[in-house]
């Protein structure tokens, strides 16, 4: 998944409630920065992640994104491999330090 695939559906997940299930791209796109139309989006978001439909909203048909309980889980997956890659990331860098450190001992 990218980050901007991430960013779509994670807007979209944040403003469904019980509610709302199918929300106005005009209300989740502002969330995201360089939102794609949402015309766009149908080819962007993988189609098991989400289903859209047009519907009115203040009289005014829109579309409107549903998110699907595998668009839920890439999210959950997306964190879990960004949480990943951030803890691999810090591991790398003090490794990399112990190692310069070591290095700099030699020499002393």
């Given amino acids: 998944m990218t980050s901007m695939q991430y960013a779509v559906l994670k807007a979209i997940q944040q403003n469904t409630s019980e509610t709302v299930s199918y929300v106005p791209y005009s209300v989740f796109s502002r ?3 360089n939102c794609p139309d949402s015309f766009k989006l149908l080819s962007l978001l993988p189609s098991a992640y989400f289903d859209s439909q047009k519907s ?7 579309a409107c994104f549903w998110i699907s309980a595998e668009g839920i889980d890439a999210i959950s997956e997306y964190e879990k491999n960004q949480k990943r890659d951030k803890v691999a990331f ?4 003090i490794g990399v330090l112990t190692l310069i450190v ?3 001992g030699l020499f002393n």
């Fill in 31 to 33: 969330q995201v920065p």
């Fill in 102 to 104: 070591s290095i700099l």
């Fill in 56 to 62: 009115e909203v203040n009289g005014v048909w829109e």
């Fill in 90 to 93: 810090i591991s790398l860098s």
